[in-house]
């Protein structure tokens, strides 16, 4: 008899145990799918492009062009605004560069002369 108990307590702990990874398991998933990648052709007048779209910090935005017809720095807000780039500031060349948004403003000017200040290359993107 106490045999039999035993056996329902390894088996009750073996279910409670799988319900827990399981548990897990499902919540890894869910924040691994609320990541979005959204793609943006990055060409002259770009600047409206994150109008009527709700981004989330993790989301990532791939920048697609021509490589060497333009490049990608990531700037501040003054930066933005002034279309310069701040000295240290990370800039992409690839032509299909994946950026991950942090949360707040993050904003993005092409680095290419007159391409931010006469062609609209720049973006300003707010991230929840």
């Known amino acids: 008899m106490a045999q039999n108990g035993s056996s329902r307590v390894g088996a009750c702990c ?3 145990l799988l319900i827990i990874m399981l548990f897990c398991q499902a919540a890894f998933f869910t924040e691994t799918a ?8 990055w060409a002259f007048g770009v600047t409206n492009w994150p109008n009527g779209k709700n981004f989330k910090a993790g989301d990532v935005i791939v920048f697609h062009y021509e490589q060497g017809e333009h490049e990608v720095a990531v700037v501040d807000a003054n930066g933005y605004k002034t ?11 690839s032509g299909n560069d994946r950026v991950t948004l942090q949360q707040g403003n993050n904003y993005f000017i092409c680095d290419i002369p007159q391409h931010c200040d006469q062609g609209g290359m720049k973006i300003a993107v707010t991230a929840a």
């Not at 609320?34 to 793609?39: E, L, P, R």
């Open 14 to 16: 073996i279910s409670l």
């Open 34 to 41: 609320a990541a979005a990648t959204y793609t943006i052709e």
């Open 83 to 93: 279309c310069t780039v701040p000295t240290g500031a990370k800039i992409y060349t």
